[in-house]
């Protein structure tokens, strides 16, 4: 199945910081999410970005899918983006599969 | 424009008893997967049902898992014979379709503790 990479594993920020989160995959994708897991556990999508560049306020994020990665960026960063944040792809297999996650601590 | 919910949100359990975690999909969602998160983990892919086709059972750890959807709605996930390492967070997520093209939406979560 296809491998998913997630870097930096733990990260810890000052607010007002900016941060790069990166996603590398194994094969080519049909589908990717960027989702944040909160401290209460529920999954917030944030992104579904196969391809290409979106943002959403303080956070955007850029798939490159010819060299099998993405970033999500962060800025400004608050107290309330702390948690865990997860990148999902779906290949031609349609099973998903999660990276790890990089667990974002934000310091006031 | 209710989103994906789960029943219980908690379940505390004896080794060796049989659990039932419940599903409800958005409306209209015809793919529904389920995943075990276990503390500190990300989510493994346990299995998931499109429409009226045979689901895809590839991901259970074994045959103490089965899952059953009624159409293209509710789902239930039962664990017979539980045991201590079945412990962790039950997430289901459903979306329009499978493959490409369609967002995942995530229930709150069963977190089940076997003792």
């Known amino acids: 199945g296809i491998q998913v990479e997630q870097s930096p594993p733990d990260l810890i920020l000052q607010e007002g910081a900016n941060s790069t989160l990166r996603c590398n995959f194994s094969?080519?994708?049909?589908?990717l999410q960027w989702f944040h897991q909160n401290p209460w556990g529920q999954l917030i999508n944030l992104f579904y970005?196969?391809?290409g560049t979106k943002q959403n306020g303080r956070l955007s994020a850029t798939t490159v899918a010819t060299e099998r990665y993405s970033l999500l960026y962060i800025s400004s960063s608050q107290t309330t983006d702390s948690g865990v944040y997860f990148c999902?792809?779906?290949?031609?297999?349609?099973?998903?599969?999660f990276g790890r996650g990089t667990s974002l601590i934000v310091h006031p | 424009g209710a989103g994906v919910s789960q029943s219980p949100s908690n379940k505390v359990t004896e080794k060796g008893k049989d659990v039932e975690l419940r599903c409800d999909p958005i409306?209209?969602?015809?793919?529904l997967y389920w995943y075990r998160q276990r503390l500190g983990q990300g989510l493994e892919f346990l299995i998931y049902?499109?429409?009226?086709?045979?689901?895809?059972k590839s991901g259970l750890p074994s045959d103490r898992f089965s899952a059953e959807r009624t159409g293209e709605s509710v789902s239930t996930l039962t664990i017979q014979r539980t045991q201590q390492e079945d412990s962790a967070v039950y997430l289901c997520?459903?979306?329009?379709?499978?493959?490409?093209?369609?967002?995942?939406?995530f229930g709150p979560g069963t977190r089940l503790t076997v003792t």
């Open positions: 970005i196969p391809s």
């Open positions: 409306s209209g969602h015809t793919a």
């Open positions: 997520a459903s979306s329009l379709g499978t493959g490409g093209a369609y967002e995942q939406y």
């Open positions: 999902a792809v779906i290949g031609g297999s349609y099973i998903p599969t």
């Open positions: 094969d080519s994708v049909n589908n």
């Open positions: 049902f499109q429409g009226n086709s045979a689901p895809d």
